[in-house]
């Protein structure tokens, strides 16, 4: 869930949209209404499915700036749900089919609350725990809130490390590298062949890896601002009920606070070069040194099957990739 979905930006408006996210043995690519994913089987061969992409609410909603960015953020993890499922399922030698959409759904809650228990309800017991130590202020002052964003912080590199110890998460950081080099190279032009993506960087300034880092930033700040007004309207006198209403509240303002950093991410894209788009990228580009790894010829191979059958196994950019080797299977 936290292994980033390459934003949906494009580099030039030349070029059609693109995004991708690793998984099982594999790459996820997108682009428009059109996903493919591509996995490595057991016998070595490369099998590459092509299907419409799963969208979530109305149509209207994302042309709207800051209400968008929310919906297409879950979209994007319920298909990016469904199809780590399914990587697994051929990784393993498996055919049982694509996952439903209540599985994809229910799954990509269970995944929510994991999530929300980790990432909100735990960096908030612990800013407590500052507190009783005279370390921070109550949940009116700003020194909680910082306490909390850096327990946020702290969980979220801590996490990302110990996973990283794990081999098929080590496998799938090089997939992860494989996806970047692979769009890297198709947004530099010319062809896109397994020589050609090896000479790109493994980081990409649009990795979700990104996202998660603004939304961690826009959180605090968030946090700040939204908790002691609530309070100053309404406080609980109970301290058990008084927290467990605002760690409630923080979990409902994960709508707002990831609209915005959706928001910011394609404005930091839209951005022309220059010192403040530097200090944008850097903290994400910085941190994909964790969550990708340099991949093998195979790897890229993958990637590249991907993106070809994502953008159009016949469309106007196929003759930029190999034709599908005797391996691969659509």
Known sequence: MFRGFTALIAASSELPLVGGQAVMEGVLMRSGNASALAVRRPDGSISVERKAWRTIGPSSIRAIRFLRGFPILVETLVNG??????????????DGGQMSRSQAVFTFLAALAAAMLLFVAAPHILAMLM?????????????????????????????????????????????????????NAFEAGGPVTVETVRGRSRLHPRCGTTFLLFVLSIAILVHAAAVP?????????????????????????????????????????????????????????FLQLLTTREPDDLQMEVAIASLREALGPDGPWSSRFPSPADNVTE
């Open 81 to 94: 749900v469904a199809a780590l499922n399914r990587s697994a399922d051929l990784a393993s030698g498996g």
């Open 131 to 183: 507190q009783a130590a005279g370390l921070g202020g109550d949940m009116e002052a700003f020194s909680f809130h910082l306490w909390d964003g850096l327990f946020k912080y702290l969980i979220f590199l801590g996490y990302i490390t110990a996973i990283s110890c794990m081999d098929d998460v080590r496998r799938v950081f090089q997939y992860h590298g494989a996806e970047h080099k692979a769009i």
């Open 229 to 285: 007004l609530l309070l100053a309207v309404w406080s609980p006198a109970q301290p058990v009920i008084r927290h467990a209403v605002i760690v409630l509240f923080k979990m409902l303002l994960i709508v707002p606070v990831g609209s915005l950093a959706y928001e910011l991410i394609r404005g930091a894209a839209a951005m022309r070069e220059g010192v403040c788009r530097t200090m944008l990228r850097a903290p994400g580009m």
